[in-house]
């Protein structure tokens, strides 16, 4: 499975950004997918989540209510539309997925998702 994200940039506090990830290699393959991002200096950190035969879509407290994931099973595609961005989403954004379902007490943890795509950076600044 190979992963391609893409769709970051310069935008201002209070805007938005709509991310994609593409993915090849294997059909389904985003069936269960993520979104991550690395600030410099700091950890990955868990933003969105969605999985398989699951309704629930699983979002870090940091961005419930402006960050808003879903998939395109047509195009094999997944999406992370980001509003009202703040300069602390800064960030190289990655997306990630996994074959099997995973555990919802392991979805936050970046080691639970076996593919990652190369990473988009994200920079809110005025």
């Known amino acids: 499975v190979q992963l391609q994200a893409s769709g970051g940039g310069l935008v201002q506090p209070g805007g938005s950004l709509r991310l994609s990830c593409a993915a090849s290699?294997?059909?389904?393959?985003?069936?269960?997918m993520a979104w991550f991002r690395q600030a410099p200096g700091k950890e990955r950190e868990f933003v969105a989540a969605?999985?398989?035969?699951?309704?629930?879509?699983y979002y870090a407290d940091s961005v419930k209510g402006r960050f808003t994931i879903s998939r395109d099973r047509s195009k094999n595609s997944g999406h992370l539309q980001m509003n009202n961005l703040k300069p602390e989403d800064t960030a190289v954004y990655f997306c990630?997925?996994?074959?099997?379902?995973?555990?919802?007490?392991?979805?936050?943890?970046?080691?639970?998702?076996?593919?990652w795509g190369q990473g988009t950076q994200v920079t809110v600044s005025s």
């Open positions: 969605i999985r398989v035969g699951d309704t629930n879509k």
């Open positions: 990630a997925s996994k074959i099997n379902r995973p555990i919802s007490s392991a979805i936050r943890l970046a080691d639970t998702w076996g593919y």
């Open positions: 290699g294997r059909t389904s393959s985003l069936e269960n």
